[in-house]
């Protein structure tokens, strides 16, 4: 039987420990721990022995920067550990951004735990397990700029402001805006804020 050690970075208590009495009840997880905070998580999976750590995106007052940051960070100093996004951030671009970075896996918190069992054994075994890309995953990522483009144009601002505001030509915005609808497939700047909230590069309007 595979043992695993898990370890879970997240900041909401109470998934945290909704997920540890679900996991008790499975014989293939030898110990399961959640991390305190951000700057033990070297030393923590060095102790613990930990096989997987199980990472949120956003972590709220654990960290200023994302799970995909951090995940990454962890990778370069514990090359052996296995990490997993574990999620309810399920969105395309960071699906896509986390097998870029060399994770193992990506999972919306809605599993059931069979399924969590089942994909956390094989991603121990050296498998992955991602959710089957749609056709709208985006194959050219866009640039920061062209990110920082989108946003502004979502904020309401006018192209001149937006060309004003990063310091370039009202041309020079317009040749990113053309290059950001041939990545995004679509024709207008409407269409492009609309697909890049869908994808997750920027955040909903509120």
């Not at 309810?88 to 896996?105: F, M, N, Q, T």
């Not at 990506?106 to 956390?120: A, E, G, R, T, Y």
């Not at 402001?161 to 040749?175: F, G, I, K, Q, W």
């Amino acid at each position: 039987m595979v043992l695993i050690n898990i370890l879970l970075v997240d900041d909401h208590v109470l998934f945290a420990k909704s997920l540890s009495v679900a996991l008790d009840e499975y014989n293939e997880i030898e110990h399961f721990h959640v991390a305190g905070d951000i700057q033990s998580l070297d030393e923590m999976i060095v102790d613990k022995n930990i096989d997987i750590v199980l990472m949120d995106i956003n972590l709220g007052n654990l960290s200023d920067g994302d799970g995909l940051e951090i995940a990454s960070d962890l990778l370069k100093s514990n090359p052996g550990v296995k990490i997993i996004i574990l999620t309810g951030y399920d969105l395309p671009v960071y699906r896509h951004e986390a097998r870029k970075k060399g994770i193992s896996g990506f999972l919306n918190k809605n599993i059931s735990p069979d399924n969590l069992i089942s994909s956390l054994i094989h991603v121990s075994r050296g498998g992955t397990c991602f959710p089957p890309e749609s056709n709208e995953m985006i194959i050219e990522d866009l640039t920061n700029t062209e990110k920082k483009i989108l946003q502004l144009i979502s904020s309401g601002k006018k192209r001149k402001h937006v060309a004003d505001e990063l310091y370039m030509s009202e041309r020079t915005l317009s040749n990113h805006l053309q290059h950001i609808f041939e990545k995004l497939d679509v024709s207008s700047a409407v269409e492009a804020v609309t697909k890049a909230i869908q994808l997750g590069y920027i955040p909903p309007i509120c």
